[in-house]
């Protein structure tokens, strides 16, 4: 037949054919793996019409579920109690709980327009963020910076630190008058993170170091405190410990000082046994904790909790969305009577939070609010 392709034409088409089907396989791989890396690459914010604010968060994490749950909740709550239509809506992205994906999903938050990130959740991420992104819109990571951080313009820390907490008591009682503060360590690794931020604050306001008094974590060693604490001259004690170490060690201090801790003294719905031994401790406290029946906060159509620390966790999440959203205005500024406390921004990108004093007492009894220094 005429039409019949000659054998070496046909070698010669073949070959063409199979390279013509190469290239178009390389050219829908190669587009796959742009659009893969599309997310990887440096963030460079899209148009000003397309902006939102992005949340960052290991939504599917199981380990992460209850603070995550919290958190979104918080965040969505602002923007339906606060937001009036002139604000970037809210976008949720699951960062899942690997560093590289956290960069990947801040990349593509970014790059389809993102005004401003809230997250990451973990100390990890924050810090892998710091050193491998780039920072083109405001950044509220929701975790503390620590020694490894790389300070980034644009990326701020807004967390519930220990250690911050700690700082602002120290800072409070400096201005208060207190001028010998006792430190009283339990054993733990949080406690030690108290301890720290405390003297570090302390130390930076009076020029010299608190007394630091290793108690352990045994009755056996309380009974010679109470002791001790009067021999060094102190006129406050802060302790760092947490509920349950601290209502062991509070009956051997007796009342002759006053007593501070941190929030971790109350894990909300303390039992009247508990605070038979707490009574009369006094700590920083978030003002959506501290103020709980406040008529402001019906707003927030909301059950409370028996956790103080996740209702601390969706205060925080509430005054995060706050926070980005004030960092996404043209002047960045940010004044905010908010939940956790009155925020403002301080050195290095970390968010101060101002915060009331507040009294454990029994059920049916009041603190006197002048007893408490400090108090809004």
Not at 1 to 27: K, Q, T
Not at 116 to 138: E, H, Q
Not at 246 to 260: C, M, N, Q, V
């Amino acid at each position: 037949m005429h039409n019949r392709i000659p054998r070496g034409w046909r070698a010669l088409l073949y070959v063409a054919l199979l390279g013509f089907v190469s290239l178009c396989s390389n050219m829908a791989t190669a587009a796959e793996h742009a659009e893969a890396d599309a997310s990887a690459t440096a963030a460079v914010p899209a148009d000003a019409g397309q902006r939102f604010i992005a949340v960052l968060l290991p939504l599917n994490s199981k380990a992460f579920k209850p603070a995550v749950s919290q958190l979104k909740a918080g965040v969505l709550a602002a923007e339906k109690a606060y937001g009036d239509g002139n604000q970037p809506p809210v976008r949720m992205f699951d960062s899942g709980e690997k560093d590289e994906d956290v960069l990947k999903q801040y990349n593509k938050a970014v790059n389809e327009g993102a005004a401003a990130v809230i997250g990451p959740l973990t100390r990890s991420a924050v810090n892998y963020l710091a050193d491998n992104a780039s920072f083109p819109v405001p950044v509220v990571a929701l975790n503390s910076f620590d020694e490894q951080t790389l300070r980034r313009p644009n990326l701020y820390s807004f967390s519930l630190s220990v250690e911050q907490e700690a700082a602002a008591l120290a800072h409070r009682l400096s201005r208060e008058g207190v001028t010998k503060p006792a430190v009283l360590v339990a054993t733990g690794t949080l406690n030690a993170r108290m301890e720290g931020g405390f003297a570090a604050a302390w130390q930076d306001d009076a020029g010299s170091a608190p007394l630091l008094i290793e108690v352990g974590d045994s009755v056996a060693s309380y009974a010679a405190v109470k002791a001790k604490l009067a021999e060094q001259g102190v006129d406050a004690i802060f302790l760092a410990a947490n509920g349950r170490q601290a209502r062991k060690l509070r009956p051997y201090l007796g009342t002759d000082w006053p007593i501070y801790a941190s929030s971790q003294i109350n894990s909300g719905n303390l039992a009247s046994t508990a605070l038979v031994d707490l009574t009369g401790i006094r700590y920083l406290e978030m003002p959506w904790l501290a103020n709980a029946d406040d008529p402001l906060y019906a707003v927030f159509v909301r059950t409370r909790t028996n956790s103080a620390d996740l209702e601390r966790l969706f205060a925080l999440g509430v005054d995060a969305w706050r926070v980005a959203v004030a960092l996404a205005e043209p002047d960045g500024h940010v004044a905010v009577d908010g939940l956790s406390g009155v925020l403002t921004v301080g050195s290095g990108g970390v968010i101060q939070r101002d915060m009331d004093f507040k009294t454990l007492t029994l059920p049916g009894k009041t603190s006197d609010p002048s007893a408490d220094p400090g108090t809004h």
